[in-house]
Every structure is written in C-alpha cells, then in structure tokens.
C-alpha cells in the first residue's frame, strides 16, 4: 500500500519561509519522479514542482528562484523548501509521484501567507 504524508504547512507572514516533507512509503523516491502540487482556494489542483530520479529539478514559472524541490533517497522524503513566501503561494500542498497517480493523495499540508 501507497502512503504519503505531507507535513510543514502553517501559517507565515510575506516573505517569510516554510519546509515542507513529504513522507513515502510503498513506492521509491528513488526510482519515481517525485512532484510537489498545490490547490489554492477555489481552483484547481497543479504541478508546482517535479525531481527526477536522477535530480533533473522543474519548476512553475511563479516559484522559480523562490522554491527548491529535493530529496533524500535514504529516508524516501521529498522536501520543498519556499523562500520569500507571497500571499498567491496561499493552497493545500500534496506530493505525489509524477505523472501522478490519484489513489496515492494524501491529507495536504495547508500553507497560509498573509500580506
């Protein structure tokens, strides 16, 4: 069974920083290309960043040079660090593997930025 837990969310003022962690468990960060999604409010769910397997990184065009995707192979996380933090970063963030797989969603971790 597929599990992945996000964690790190909050609540941060404009141009602060958050960590997020994504947990994984039946599936290999290693041997998957690994995403970061967001769902802000009222719309829909995308793509915000991937990693391949051999750490080739992408990014949405609104995150680059503010977001870094990365991963650690031996405890099977995938993190996102994000700097200088707008209120439009404003969303539920999940991970998943990429092209992503729906029965592999899991709870999110709401990101807050207030003005």
């Known amino acids: 069974q597929v599990q992945l837990v996000e964690s790190g969310g909050g609540l941060v003022q404009a141009g602060g920083s958050l960590r997020l962690s994504c947990g994984v468990s039946?599936?290999?960060?290693?041997?998957?290309?690994m995403g970061w999604f967001r769902q802000p409010p009222g719309k829909q769910r995308e793509l915000v960043a991937h990693?391949?397997?051999?750490?080739?990184?992408f990014y949405i065009d609104s995150v680059k040079g503010r977001f870094t995707i990365s991963k650690d192979n031996a405890k099977n996380t995938v993190y996102l660090q994000m700097n200088s933090l707008r209120p439009e970063d404003t969303a539920i963030y999940y991970c998943?593997?990429?092209?992503?797989?729906?029965?592999?969603w899991g709870q999110g971790t709401q990101v807050t930025v207030s003005s």
């Open positions: 990693i391949t397997t051999g750490g080739t990184k």
């Open positions: 039946g599936r290999s960060v290693s041997r998957n290309t």
């Open positions: 998943n593997v990429v092209p992503f797989v729906p029965d592999y």
